[in-house]
């Protein structure tokens, strides 16, 4: 169960990690609190850390660039007919996929209720008819999916993580092993390696050659902590950057997105 509560009086702004507070609540699993900072909306789990953000001039954009690193994948099948987010945050990335994406089956797992009730109400997370939200664990989701042989996915996305990196419930070799029979042999695996503690970052590396082999690259997010790691289907050719050099063009025209920067920023997966 999970409650909300204003947190702040109208007459007392309450400033809060060098922004204005806006909401503040809590649930089972701690506290989620909605801060507003120089134009920007920011979504934290009662860490200075930012799980998600927005742009209130420009909601539509995405804020965060590791968000948009994990984008890459489109690159190399760009038209997604199924998708599936694990992690929500704010639900930027949903959002953005399910408004540029129309034709595509997007799937979200959040295992937070009141996470998808605050990006609904203050990040602008749509009710789109081809957006659909589970509330639930992700490691049990993916797990209980593969097992029922559900139909595959072009993208996975995994962002989930704690205050130290990967979060541990997914750092495991089923969660993995699932993901990879629930991939499309043409899809991306798009995995935010985002954190400071070593072994975790070597076990999902491990975990991404176990399951990927050389088809592996890693992607570091310019002047953030983060760094993408991206594990291919088998159908999924070599990297050929002049190839990929026209599409990376075409869909930051249409998307808004860095892609030839991303693309350039693209090598083998390896050790740190």
């Not at 892609?259 to 050790?271: A, E, I, N, Q, T």
Request: contains cysteine.
């Amino acid at each position: 169960m999970f409650g909300f509560r204003k947190g702040v009086r109208d007459t007392e702004p309450v400033r809060r990690y060098g922004g204005t507070l806006v909401y503040c609540g809590r649930d089972t699993e701690g506290l989620i609190e909605v801060v507003d900072s120089y134009g920007v909306r920011a979504l934290h789990f009662g860490t200075p850390p930012r799980q998600s953000a927005m742009a209130l001039a420009e909601p539509e954009r995405l804020e965060l660039s590791y968000v948009r690193a994990m984008l890459a994948g489109l690159m190399f099948t760009p038209g997604p007919r199924r998708v599936l987010a694990l992690g929500l945050g704010g639900g930027s990335l949903a959002k953005f996929l399910a408004r540029n994406f129309p034709d595509c089956r997007i799937e979200v797992v959040e295992f937070r209720a009141a996470v998808v009730e605050v990006a609904h109400r203050y990040f602008g997370l749509p009710e789109a008819p081809n957006l659909a939200i589970h509330i639930g664990d992700a490691r049990e989701f993916v797990r209980r999916e593969a097992l029922a042989g559900a139909s595959l996915y072009d993208h996975i996305f995994v962002d989930i993580y704690d205050d130290r990196g990967l979060s541990a419930s997914v750092n495991e070799r089923d969660f993995f092993a699932a993901c990879a029979r629930l991939l499309e042999p043409s899809g991306v695996f798009a995995l935010n390696l985002w954190g400071s503690d070593r072994d975790s970052y070597r076990e999902a590396v491990d975990l991404l050659r176990q399951y990927y082999g050389s088809h592996t690259l890693r992607l570091p997010v310019i002047g953030r902590g983060n760094i993408i790691g991206f594990g291919f289907g088998p159908d999924v050719p070599k990297p050929d950057l002049e190839r990929l050099r026209p599409v990376s063009r075409g869909l930051e025209a249409r998307l808004g997105v860095e892609f030839p920067r991303l693309l350039r920023s693209m090598v083998p997966m390896g050790w740190r």
